[in-house]
């Protein structure tokens, strides 16, 4: 265990995480005595896991840690479990495109990654992108701060966030990815209130590899040696947006997802607010 110490030890992989995670809630994979992964997401006292300082991280490396992940949603507060279920205590999510493979069909996920970003070029969402390859398979992130405040004022973020993946989602012909992937790459929308995704820099619970992330125009210079632990290529870059390029998208995405998923046919259902039907029905996905 003393190499998974050593590795979140390094001051590279500890800005990654802390900038990724802060305002976010953790959750960690802990390795026992005995070598079995365990899962968990609230510290003593059933608080919330959450890293907003080195000292924080270090705490945590001490207890065996294997992998690391952080919410879709970052919060205003972080203090107990009711933060995490309060709607007007989420300040933002991040749109993602959980692009669910096998390490073996990396060139048909990365061909699939790629629809995807055509969709979002389209819209002209692309200084905001970044990618992660968490292992196996990659996420396709939108910075959440690239919805400008008058839209999140306006909307429920994770709302935002679930419609936007959804739109992009059902814009991928259905002929396209069973022809390319026969069924073996899959893109998933799991956005919803507790979802996480891995962090940058953590290394894979099973697998030999780390979370890299890569700009859009570094996708087609991917290789799987770019996740090798001993000589991974990460981007820090994924930090980057710009101010609203999300917005036409964002308010796009809003008013046809909610009409697709709340509306039977194309009747108009008088009933309470798109943003809280939408919330209401990720609880029950749960």
């Not at 991040?94 to 055509?118: C, F, G, H, M």
């Not at 026969?182 to 030999?208: A, Q, W, Y």
Request: hydrophobic share 35%.
């Amino acid at each position: 265990m003393k190499t998974l110490r050593e590795h979140y030890s390094r001051p590279e992989v500890q800005r990654e995480i802390l900038d990724f995670c802060r305002g976010r809630w953790v959750a960690l994979h802990l390795l026992s005595s005995g070598g079995k992964l365990i899962f968990r997401r609230y510290a003593d006292r059933h608080k919330p896991i959450k890293i907003e300082s080195l000292a924080d991280l270090d705490r945590i490396n001490d207890c065996m840690l294997r992998s690391i992940y952080a919410t879709a949603n970052v919060y205003r507060r972080l203090n107990r479990v009711e933060d995490l279920y309060d709607q007007a205590n989420i300040a933002y999510s991040t749109p993602t495109w959980d692009i669910d493979s096998d390490i073996s069909n990396w060139r048909k996920t990365i061909q699939v990654a790629r629809e995807i970003l055509r969709f979002l070029g389209e819209w002209g969402i692309k200084r905001s992108i970044y990618i992660k390859w968490s292992g196996n398979g990659c996420h396709i992130h939108i910075n959440e701060r690239s919805i400008s405040g008058n839209l999140i004022d306006k909307y429920n973020p994770l709302a935002l966030a679930y419609a936007i993946v959804e739109y992009i989602k059902s814009k991928i012909p259905l002929d396209f990815a069973g022809a390319l992937c026969n069924g073996k790459v899959i893109v998933e929308n799991k956005m919803d209130l507790t979802r996480v995704f891995t962090c940058p820099l953590s290394l894979h619970r099973e697998l030999d590899a780390i979370c890299v992330c890569m700009r859009a125009e570094d996708l087609e210079k991917f290789t799987p040696e770019w996740i090798d632990p001993q000589k991974f290529k990460h981007n820090p870059d994924w930090r980057e947006f710009k101010d609203g390029e999300t917005d036409k998208l964002a308010e796009k995405a809003y008013k046809t997802v909610g009409e697709n998923l709340f509306r039977p046919g194309k009747r108009r259902r008088k009933t309470k607010p798109l943003d809280k039907q939408i919330l209401e029905w990720l609880q029950k996905k749960e």
